[in-house]
């Protein structure tokens, strides 16, 4: 248990030792919308592809330092690799309890996924309607947020969950409800190192890591429109199709919920 706890703590403080200081970089804007320019839906979807997920959902940008990758959610919680989670298992209590402690994707990646974060901004946003969400820190407050991705270059990646932050600090105490989320990542900015396959937006850093021009001059900062890998025809659609797990009510409160549906049937037939 300590070498789990110990292993990653060391890795990060490696890091923040030997990693060059560079300078922030400036967050501009982000959005995801209909790109009808082109005729394209960049909206958000519910797993049965037609229902828009719900405005305040919560979507979080994570950035995975170094070389490490994006950690899946449910990979992470599924021990036994069954591709789910089984109700009543530890592996089930333990997604839960993370869930309802924030989602903080540190937590599930011994510190090396991160929420991108500046000093005005924390990471996270919520879908501003249907479907839909937009960060504009200069229309917020006039100037961009300066970025702090961390001490290396590194993966990036966004996650839209189904529910909003209130809810998932209660998830599980409400009988059948679901939990869904996409992670996504995007071909933009930072094309892979200049091809290769979608491995998603790149934070590069000064020192050429990973081969070609790579300094905060020649990279704009975090800007511009969820939507690019439908736009290169990479994907039809932005789906939650990941299902973290269901609420699955105790049997006493299946008999009670039950008893109540057939008491109110009874009393609309009178």
Aim: include cysteine; charge should be negative; hydrophobic fraction near 40%.
């Amino acid at each position: 248990m300590v070498r789990k706890v110990l292993y990653p703590a060391v890795f990060v403080l490696a890091m923040l030792i030997v990693a060059p200081a560079f300078g922030n970089w400036l967050f501009w804007y982000c959005e995801n919308s209909r790109l009808d320019t082109y005729g394209i839906d960049a909206l958000f979807y519910e797993n049965d592809q037609t229902t828009l997920v719900e405005e305040g959902s919560l979507v979080q940008f994570v950035i995975a330092l170094g070389s490490a990758p994006i950690v899946d959610p449910l990979e992470y919680f599924d021990t036994d690799h069954s591709g789910q989670l089984e109700w009543g298992t530890p592996e089930y209590a333990n997604m839960v309890a993370w869930v309802n402690a924030g989602a903080d994707p540190a937590a599930i990646s011994g510190g090396t996924n991160v929420l991108m974060t500046a000093a005005n901004w924390g990471g996270e946003t919520a879908l501003s309607m249907p479907g839909y969400f937009v960060v504009d820190p200069v229309l917020e407050t006039g100037n961009p947020y300066s970025i702090v991705p961390g001490n290396t270059f590194g993966l990036m990646a966004y996650r839209v969950w189904d529910l909003s932050k209130e809810e998932m600090e209660t998830f599980c105490t409400r009988p059948m409800e679901e939990l869904w989320y996409l992670t996504g990542r995007e071909l933009t900015s930072h094309n892979n190192q200049g091809g290769g396959p979608d491995t998603g937006w790149w934070l590069c850093m000064p020192g050429n890591e990973g081969g070609g021009a790579c300094a905060p001059a020649d990279w704009a900062g975090f800007n511009g429109l969820v939507g690019f890998e439908i736009l290169n025809n990479l994907r039809t659609q932005y789906t939650l199709n990941t299902l973290l797990g269901i609420c699955i009510p105790e049997p006493g409160t299946i008999l009670l919920i039950g008893g109540s549906v057939l008491l109110l049937l009874l009393r609309r037939k009178k």
